[in-house]
């Protein structure tokens, strides 16, 4: 696979070079572009060093990390199923870095006049292309001082073991999207951060290996890493012992960067000081039978909602309401290496994509069990809330913020599940529309700001009021604060 990966891209690379060579000014690459997986998708950190544009059906938050500058021009596929709903894309995709959207257009031109959600959606796109996109054009997406980590090793060897559940018939095993331990691992971080107004960006091994991880982060979090190189386990063993904070969900580094099971433990047992057992088997782990994955993916192929998926498994549910990965190990482990932090959670945060579906106020004490660490090891929360009509923040509702010269572009948007496959996806599950009033509140005085969508200034300070329909953007500019 890994060899497969690097002839694949070497050729991508080969063919955009020899499309300069007739049109040097165009941006050459490809469309149709599934996320980061196994099979049917892409190494990320090597594709991204051969293209200069591409469209991504999925995993839009590691694209925009490996794409510095916002240089290239990354676009998203539009299904569409509502206009509400292709509203909200519009909004929402421009809030994380891209620069347009393709249309998916069956059905867009039946019958001898326009379809009315044509006119419905136009005011939108036309508001995105003409004044919000400028802006955002040679902007750069800031972040937290939070970094997770991009290890295509792991997601590899985690096909190998969600997969074994269907036994012979795992040729027929598709929707890796919705079932992947490592795709679900990474999107509840994701969602467990956003939630908490904590921005981060995802770094790729490869640079890991060549650069070392940037002192422009405080927080690096391993996602169900479990393969890692020694030069990798390395690096993350400076950044921590230099002061950088390193959390681990289950069983990293186990195996190293071909899959192959390490003799002695763990790369980072030392690390975390902690000694996991190299004749370690699957009646040691999660639901302590014949698998080694944290849900029987066989049983559960197709399901109805997460809770019916990570439900009825055998996997053990500790305290915190998260699964148990190693069932002899403790949870939450806490080192202090050098002048750093190294937290072992021994536990796997998919359960959270469930929990931020119900209560709110519940929602938020299941992720501070992961969060926590994170938070202690920036040295400071939200730095900007969209406060809703209750007084409390908006749940479900992520922050982004891109520097463009002395000025910050910010974006307030909804976050709600997003349906997707390996071939489509990007719609939302349970999108509200009503307009409510909310207030962006920051922790410090803000000077200059100005609403970007009517052109109005709004002045200084720390609260300012909209009246937002849940599935469009507030869009605010103002003088970067200084740290």
Known sequence: WTFNDSYWNNFLGDLVTYANTIDPQTPCGYEGGQGANTFGGFDDAKMIRKVQFMESYSGMQIIRSLNPHNALPIVTTNF??????????VWFNLANGNRGQIGWVEKW???????PWHD???PTLLQASKKIGPLMSGSEWMHDGVAIYYNHASIQLGWIMDAQAHGASWTNRNG??????SHLTRKAWENMLSD?????NYIDYASVIQNGISKDYRVLILPATLCLSDAEARRIREFCQAGGTVIAD???GLWDQHGKGRPDGGALDDLFDVKHDPEMGTADIFQGQKLWAEVDQDAHFSYASVESFLGNNKSIKDGSGFNKAVRKMPVMKVHKPGSGTAVLMNLSPQWYNAYRGGAPDVAAQRRDVFTRFVKQGTGSGRWVTLVGPDGKPEPGCEITYW???ERVILFAVAKPEITA???????ALGLKTDTVSVTLRFDASIKDVRDERTGKALGDGKDFKFDWKRNEAVVVSLVKPKK
């Open 403 to 405: 520097q463009q010269g």
């Open 176 to 181: 890796d999207v919705n079932l992947g331990a």
């Open 421 to 427: 496959s390996s071939l489509e996806g990007g719609n």
């Open 120 to 122: 419905e959606v136009a």
């Open 109 to 115: 031109f039946d019958g001898p006049t326009p379809l």
């Open 80 to 89: 569409h199923k509502s206009s509400p709903d292709d509203v909200w894309q």
């Open 196 to 200: 908490d107004g904590i921005q981060f």
């Open 250 to 252: 289950y069983m990293p």
